[in-house]
């Protein structure tokens, strides 16, 4: 991967000016140790003696009347401990909201387990504990329900219908609008309308979910282990669902095998596997197979745009009036409305837009429950909206470049408040020049090049070509996180954070900015994180929020304890603080650098209760600091694609991909890069290859990795990474992005523009992925 | 073997070196003795249909699906996994450390698969280009990394083992 | 997903192997195992007992019979593909193995378990159609030869008794100097081919085929000899026009229809790769016979 990046970010306040020792060097990651010697702790690698094996039971059906089960044959299995039905579950409340609560969703929620109706192939019907899991499953098997079948409704864009007795398909409708719509359109030089969709994919990560869940009677606590990205939240609730003091529940976090939005989420078997330890007095152990991944976690990106841009002469957007299907799936889980929120309301993206209005139709279908992947609402609304400039430009004959430079939002213009929400908070677009990573972008990928080696390629009968796309991500969602930092009596340092990790490499970056900040070399640190009984609370692993929010914390924490350490330092030798620095653990004073006084274990040391240095002051040296914000930052980027076509059998084959990224200030480059490429990945799976499919009967055909193509390393070409720091965000004290999602975003928007220019044909695709097939369709209608 | 077939075998596999005996229901996957009854968890499940590779391993230095086993199978036979590929004195392998230097893991699920294939690819082939490395771990997914930096960590590891240049 | 409790067999020799098959009711012959192991974990199969081959030393090995390669059921992949009689004498068998799963399940797959799979779209049972391979059957009666064409009766199903095995396939060779290809088309490298094509040409010495064999996989319910296209190249000259019409025929095949890919794609794809599998075996046949181009 080649390297591009400026590192002219103004030193963060609180810290020398100069050139970082810690923050921004691409550092080998802390986590590597253990995960390279297979000495890893999964979900599925959680055991506890007298552990009993929990298998659910699924719904063959979409949709149906549960009229009984009959668990006979399997409870009369050697070695199976219990079965449970609806029935054994009725007390529990259903799934609750985390996010986007919007009225009237309330009756779609999901119960843990099934009763009266199953409405997805994959729910939960029952559940069997037994002693392994060879057996649990064979019982699973025995297990037999009668289900009247229903029609199944597949078609989020269909006209509305009855979802269930009383209750319509469509939810909500997420409705966001602003300016005089209406007179932008009469006053348009052009209107440009489109009909988009993209595919229902999601994130699979490559470790299944799973959950232990055991009661320790001893201390009347119940332990949750191999939870991930919201154990706080999650343990709140769970302790609501099943009745206990939150005091009682404490939720684990040990490696996690990808989270991409996915894994973490609240899902009715963390409620089972906890009730069944508390009711069985034995451990619970839960592993997903991967059949049930495929049909039982949550699903992502189905959804369907008609959309229509109003613009002048010049190209310059006056208005969109967008009305879109959101595809929910059967039940609405935790994140409530959320994608079709951000859809609606991140849609403009980098551009000025005068007016807008927006209409998400939120509808129900009898399919696996939808929530967020990896630039949710973003991801599809990229594709939307660049699809949408391409159309813009090929009315107008105006170059595809040239006409989003019109319309990108000017430096001079930040920070730049559009007049509607997202997520819950304003949208105010931070800080950024996007015409100037736009010049960068094009420069490094030589796009002129680029267009006249391509109309030469052309020209001697290739199809190959070449797509852009701009876009704006978000991160950094508030409003709280907290961090505290420790110095124990040998100099190591403890940072214990609210926040957690789904293996994208927390650790090594919270570590990294704490060791700048206190002086420490960054191996010293031991990073806690994922526990609820270490800290209070937490916001945990999603919406690229670590970096900005607990990353803050963990700056501002560690300065103070910088600070309490140089002021006992001071007092001890006798100076003033601002006489004295820490390197490499050790106070030296300014001035004499070379004479390493004392060592920062000394200080806590000294900083102990029963020092009476400390008399009647908070003993220890640690500080607690939290990070507050009400708005998000945002960084932003561009998708650059070169691509060529088989004519004869549809292939795409990616030739090359940048991806320029501004985020701020990159805290260690070499993760920022991995985050990107690995986003790139599943952005091509998402624009070339995976999709869940169902038959008519609501069938799902996605059931095992044969069928559900997560592309391999001969499908992924490398990617370049082009990293700028231009415009470090006002919001935090390191200036940082979110990193996660950029590398996703736009790669659709980005796949359709080439596919379109190999075509010869503006607007030639109009939905993701672009299968072979489509390919050649597309093909013999050019051709014609 | 008993003319009507067996349920459970006792068997005997030499894990790492060392020979483990064990009782073994004859339907245990071989990855399922690994990790459940010689707790050996680092060899990994990521579908247990054939496809992803995480659960791959070197029996008789050969690397193998594990998940497409049975452990009554692997009676007799030598079976590496990724808690092996480090020294006795604990130094990473040359791919461990290269995968560290270059980033080529990052929730580290698909590693394990991973390191054991392309420690079988790189004594049939110590010198391999950027493609037939592609190609020869095309069985493992990795859904974190994008692939290119597990590439630029086995070009290194490759030059390591082979003993020529000097690695960073 | 876990395989489902049944009796464990693993006989020693081939008469055992063929004793418990007469013995037992529904049992199931475990070979490589990379196509039976996901059925088992998947529960799709339901076998009473599991008689495991991988324990009979005799079903292994590469032997040269006069002009046929003989290949024992249970040889790997792996050691097919770098075999010196295969590698010298047929090439097209590892061009086609290079696209049979990866690494991981070729040191493990064999050919015998291949076979009998009979996946239309697998590799190995498009070499052995195309090539005219005969396989060798074992059962309580003693042994059998049998015909591809024969042997592959119907989707997924071999003309084999349930108290019968395969011991092995035999290959007749092609003459020394020949043109072979293996092309295919799947959504990621190493997956089962949407459509595959082997080609084996021959060449007389004034530079027209002699001989040519034309298979299609994973179009149709079988591996699908394309007769008529070989009729239409036999003793003809070869040309790109030629090729053209002779992949063209593919439009008349009655291509498998599924969730994923519809007929039609299948027919288009399998006329282009026909013409290029055509083409290459060509070039590789004039070079073989030292012609010029
Ligand atoms: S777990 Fe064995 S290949 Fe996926
Ligand atoms: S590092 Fe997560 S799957 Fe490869």
Redesign the interface.
Same mark, same amino acid.
């Given at each position: 991967m080649q390297r591009d990046r400026r590192s002219d970010a103004p030193a963060p306040p609180g810290l020398p000016p100069g050139p970082r020792a810690v923050i921004g060097q691409s550092l080998p990651r802390l986590e590597d140790g253990p995960l390279l010697r297979g000495q890893g702790l999964f979900a599925a690698d959680v055991n506890f003696p007298r552990q009993v094996t929990m298998r659910v039971v699924r719904s063959p059906l979409a949709h149906g009347r549960l009229v009984s089960i009959d668990a006979a044959a399997a409870l009369a299995m050697p070695g199976v401990v219990a079965v449970w039905t609806g029935a054994d579950t009725a007390a529990i409340p259903p799934i609750p909201f985390r996010a986007t609560r919007v009225r009237g969703l309330e009756p779609y929620c999901q119960p843990i387990l099934a009763r009266e109706r199953v409405r997805y192939v994959g729910e939960p019907i029952a559940a069997v504990f037994a002693e392994d899991a060879y057996v649990a499953e064979d019982a699973a098997d025995l297990v037999s329900a009668e289900i009247d079948p229903l029609p199944a409704h597949l078609d989020a864009a269909a006209p509305p219908g009855e979802f269930l007795p009383g209750l319509g398909t469509e939810a909500t409708v997420v409705r966001k609008e602003y300016g005089d719509v209406e007179a932008a359109f009469r006053a348009a030089h052009a209107i440009v309308a489109l009909d988009l969709s993209v595919g229902r994919h999601s994130g699979v990560p490559l470790e299944t979910r799973g959950a232990v869940a055991r009661y320790d009677a001893a201390r009347d606590v119940l332990e949750l282990h191999g939870t991930a990205k919201k154990q706080h939240w999650n343990r709140d609730e769970i302790a609501r669902l099943i009745g206990r003091p939150t005091h009682g529940v404490h939720l684990f976090e040990g490696h996690v095998g990808g989270g991409f939005g996915v894994r973490g989420e609240l899902y009715p078997e963390d409620v089972l596997v906890c009730l069944g330890a508390l009711r069985l007095q034995r451990p619970v152990k839960w592993v997903e197979d991967r059949r049930e991944h495929l049909v039982a976690a949550n699903h992502s990106r189905q959804q369907r745009h008609r959309i229509r841009a109003a613009v002048d002469a010049e190209g310059r957007l006056l208005a969109i009036d967008n009305v879109f299907f959101h595809d929910q799936g059967a039940y609405v889980r935790t994140h409530g409305a959320r994608v079709a929120d951000m859809a609606a309301g991140l849609l403009p993206g980098p551009y000025r837009l005068p007016a807008y209005r927006v209409a998400g139709h939120f509808r129900l279908t009898n399919k696996t429950p939808a929530a967020t992947y990896r630039a949710p609402g973003r991801f599809e609304t990229s594709f939307v909206r660049e699809r949408l400039m391409d159309a813009i430009a090929a009315r107008l004959g105006l170059d595809p470049v040239e006409l989003r430079r019109r319309n990108l939002i000017g430096r001079d213009e930040m920070p730049y408040a559009r007049p509607v929400d997202a997520l819950g908070v304003d949208v105010v677009l931070d800080s950024g020049d996007y015409h100037a990573l736009l010049d960068r972008a094009l420069a490094r990928f030589d796009w002129a090049g680029t267009q006249a080696r391509l109309a030469d390629r052309r020209a001697r009968g290739e199809c190959v070509g070449a797509g852009l796309a701009f876009f704006v991500e978000k991160s950094g969602l508030g409003p709280a996180d907290g961090v505290r930092v420790s110095v124990d009596a040998t100099g190591s340092v403890e940072l214990v954070t609210g926040a957690a990790s789904v293996g994208q490499g927390v650790e090594t970056v919270l570590a990294q900015i704490c060791a700048e900040a206190l002086g420490i070399d960054y191996r010293r640190i031991r990073v806690v994180r994922g526990r609820t009984d270490r800290i209070e609370f937490g916001n945990g692993a999603h919406a690229s929020r670590v970096t900005v929010m607990s990353g803050s914390a963990t700056y501002l924490a560690a300065l103070a304890v910088r600070a309490m350490a140089l002021e006992t330092a001071a007092m001890e030798l006798q100076t003033t603080a601002e006489a004295l620095t820490i390197r490499d653990g050790r106070i030296l004073r300014i001035a004499r650098p070379d004479e390493p006084l004392m060592a920062l274990g000394d200080i806590a040391r000294q900083m102990g209760p029963n020092s009476p240095l400390m008399r009647g002051r908070t003993p220890g040296l640690t500080a607690e600091r939290w990070f507050y914000s009400d708005h998000m930052t945002y960084p932003y980027g561009a998708h650059l694609a070169q691509l060529r076509i088989d004519r004869d059998t549809g292939e795409v084959r990616v030739e090359r991909y940048l991806v320029a990224y501004d985020i701020g200030r990159a805290i260690n480059p070499m993760l920022v890069e991995g985050q990107i490429a690995g986003g790139f990945a599943q952005g091509l799976g998402g624009a070339l290859f995976e999709e869940f499919r169902y038959d008519d009967e609501g069938q799902p055909l996605s059931t095992t990795f044969a069928d559900y193509l997560i592309p391999t390393m001969a499908e992924v070409p490398p990617v370049e990474v082009l990293i700028a720091e231009d415009a470090p965000s006002p919001l935090n004290p390191l200036g940082v992005k979110g990193a996660g999602e950029g590398g996703t975003n736009a790669v659709g928007a980005a796949i359709a523009a080439a596919v379109d220019d190999a075509l010869g044909r503006p607007g030639a695709v109009t939905r993701l992925p672009i299968a072979p097939r489509t390919m050649r369709r597309l093909l013999a209608e050019t051709a014609r | 073997m008993s003319d009507g077939g067996c349920a459970s075998r006792s068997i005997a596999v030499t894990v790492n070196g060392s020979v483990c005996r064990a009782e073994a229901p004859v339907r245990l996957t071989l990855s399922d003795f690994l990790r459940q009854t010689l707790h050996l968890t680092g060899t990994h499940l990521g579908c247990e249909h054939g496809v992803c590779g995480a659960c791959t391993v070197l029996v008789d230095g050969r690397a193998m699906r594990s998940c497409l086993m049975l452990a009554v199978q692997a009676d007799g036979h030598q079976v590496t996994t990724i808690e092996g590929l480090a020294a006795p004195d604990g130094s990473l392998h040359p791919l461990q450390a290269a995968f560290c230097r270059h980033h080529g893991l990052q929730c580290g699920f698909c590693t394990p698969g991973l390191l054991t294939t392309l420690v079988e690819f790189l004594k049939d082939c110590p010198d391999p280009t950027a493609a037939e490395i592609r190609e020869a771990i095309s069985g493992n997914i990795c859904r974190c990394t994008g692939y290119d930096s597990i590439v630029a960590a086995t070009i290194e590891a490759a030059r390591a083992l082979r003993g020529d240049g000097t690695t960073p | 997903?876990?395989?489902?409790?049944? &009796?464990?067999?693993?006989?020693r020799s081939i008469d055992e192997a063929v004793a418990l098959l007469a013995r &037992?009711d529904n049992a199931r012959l &475990?070979a490589g195992?990379?196509s039976l192991?996901?059925m088992?974990?998947?529960?799709y199969v339901l076998p009473d007992?599991?008689i495991?081959l991988?324990r009979i030393e005799a079903l292994a090995g590469v032997r040269q019979i006069g002009e046929t390669l003989r290949i024992g059921a249970m040889t790997r992949q792996?050691d097919i593909a770098e075999h010196p009689l295969v590698r010298s004498r047929l090439p097209l068998m590892v061009e086609a193995l290079g696209h049979v799963?990866?690494?991981?399940?070729r040191?493990?797959g064999t050919i015998g378990g291949s076979l009998c799979h009979l996946d239309p779209a697998a590799e190995l049972v498009a070499v052995a159609a195309n090539l005219d391979a005969t396989i060798e059957i074992v059962g309580p009666k003693g042994a059998r030869l049998l015909p591809m064409a024969e042997f592959a009766l119907g989707f997924m199903t071999p003309a084999i008794a349930p108290d019968e095995m395969v011991a092995a396939v035999n290959l007749p060779l092609p003459a020394a100097r020949h043109g072979y290809a293996f092309l295919e088309?799947a959504?990621?490298?190493?997956?089962?081919a949407i459509v595959a094509v082997a080609v084996v040409l021959t060449l007389d010495p004034a530079g027209r085929l002699a001989t040519c064999a034309i298979t299609l996989g994973g179009a149709a319910a079988v591996p699908r000899r394309m007769a008529e296209a070989e009729t239409m190249l036999r003793g003809a000259a070869p040309d790109a026009l030629l090729f053209g019409r002779a992949a063209a025929t593919a439009r008349a095949v009655d291509a498998l229809e599924d969730?994923? %890919?519809?007929g039609w794609?299948r027919r288009? %794809?399998a006329e282009? &790769?026909i013409e290029r599998a055509l083409a290459t075996a060509h070039r590789r046949a004039v070079a073989a016979n030292g012609m010029a181009s």
């Open positions: - | - | 997903m876990k395989p489902p409790a049944f &009796l464990y067999h693993d006989p &037992l &475990l195992g990379q192991m996901p088992l974990n998947m529960r007992h599991i495991d991988n792996r799963g990866h690494r991981q399940t040191n493990r088309m959504r990621r490298h190493g997956d089962f969730a994923q %890919v519809p794609y288009q %794809v282009t &790769l």
